[in-house]
């Protein structure tokens, strides 16, 4: 299976021309990671007056960050009603109102990049129905805004603060904001390993106070001592030439979320899923398209959407994945503080984690961290 470079990427505006990392340099703090969460919790350091270098081993949002499907949703990765179940209704809650508190944010630091338009999840079996009407009567209790929904998509639940994102876009608009406010960031520098006050990666060093890691996919690769804790899975997606009529007007949740889709403004139509069919072979830390996935995925867009445009895009990304669905948002060395497992959520849920990681590590405490953080149940 062919696969070609994320439809985010090639349709995103120009990003900064970065260097590799080379020699050694010094900072007050490192970040690990220049994604959504990465570049979110370079922007807090420099708010606070912190010194900061950001270093990837790729590009601008060249892991999970940029190849995702491009939903803005609140909430955890679990449903509230299950959420409630797992971590009691005042934690669920809590953190529920966090992310509409952060969508928020994101609508406003970059409107070029996020659209409210809500979302819909759409059951497709009786049980699933059943299912929503749980997640309804949870988010009713909790306050929390939902509605019935019927419209061109199906019948199911309607979230109105939900959206769209060009999720490479924004971290290409993040970017070129932290590096005018003085961040020094290097790409395609992969780091090999931690000593104390120092990161060692290919071509160069950074000795530095903290070191901040703010990676998702292949997080227990670059950080073993949590291997028990994350599991890397790949995640599928396809894009199709411009589709002339509006298939649909908001991302649409599906399956559980297995299968989810939207169609941007130009009329491409974006879709991912179908991790189930590929098994056990999806927990891999290779991000290349299987053939079993995207023929899963064709057969979702021509019957389930009734599209037959052709696809022009098929790629993958690399997520972890936690027990309980909460993520890493912890101190795991004396001078080394982790965000990531965000269980597909990271676009959200992985810029909150990057706030309390700043604030664990610069004041010692951080409510944020301890009410996202898997850990703390």
């Not at 270093?55 to 940029?66: M, R, Y």
């Not at 030439?241 to 989810?260: F, H, I, N």
């Amino acid at each position: 299976m062919t696969m070609t470079r994320p439809f985010w990427e090639t349709v995103a505006s120009p990003g900064p021309s970065l260097p590799l990392l080379e020699g050694d340099i010094e900072a007050e703090v490192a970040v690990i990671g220049l994604g959504g969460s990465g570049l979110t919790a370079i922007g807090e350091l420099l708010a606070r007056g912190v010194q900061v270098v950001g270093v990837d081993a790729g590009g601008i949002a060249d892991g999970a960050a940029g190849r995702n499907g491009g939903f803005l949703l609140a909430g955890l990765a679990d449903f509230h009603h299950v959420a409630v179940a797992k971590f009691g209704e005042e934690r669920a809650a809590a953190c529920y109102r966090a992310t509409l508190a952060e969508l928020d944010q994101i609508y406003d630091q970059t409107p070029e990049a996020a659209t409210r338009v809500g979302s819909v999840r759409i059951p497709v079996s009786d049980a699933e129905r059943d299912d929503c009407d749980e997640q309804l009567a949870a988010m009713v209790a909790s306050r929390l805004p939902v509605d019935r929904y019927e419209g061109p998509e199906g019948t199911g639940l309607y979230f109105e603060n939900d959206g769209t994102l060009q999720p490479v876009e924004r971290c290409r608009i993040l970017a070129r904001r932290v590096l005018a406010s003085g961040a020094r960031l290097f790409v395609r520098s992969r780091v090999n390993s931690f000593l104390a006050g120092r990161v060692l990666a290919e071509g160069g060093s950074i000795a530095c106070n903290s070191v901040l890691v703010c990676v998702d996919g292949g997080l227990e690769q670059l950080v073993p001592v949590l291997k028990e804790s994350v599991r890397s899975a790949r995640l599928q997606m396809l894009a199709t030439a411009s589709v002339r009529e509006r298939v649909v007007s908001r991302p649409v949740y599906r399956r559980y979320g297995l299968d989810y889709w939207q169609q941007c403004a130009s009329g491409e139509v974006v879709l991912g899923g179908c991790r189930d069919v590929g098994g056990e072979d999806e927990w891999t830390t290779e991000a290349v398209p299987s053939e079993t996935v995207q023929r899963g995925l064709d057969r979702l867009l021509a019957s389930g959407l009734g599209i037959a445009a052709p696809v022009t895009h098929r790629w993958a990304g690399i997520v972890g994945y936690t027990a309980n669905h909460l993520p890493v948002v912890r101190q795991v060395e004396s001078d080394l503080y982790v965000a990531g497992g965000y269980s597909g959520t990271g676009n959200v849920v992985g810029a909150l984690a990057a706030k309390g990681l700043v604030e664990l590590a610069l004041d010692g405490r951080s409510e944020l961290a301890a009410l996202f953080d898997g850990r703390s149940v």
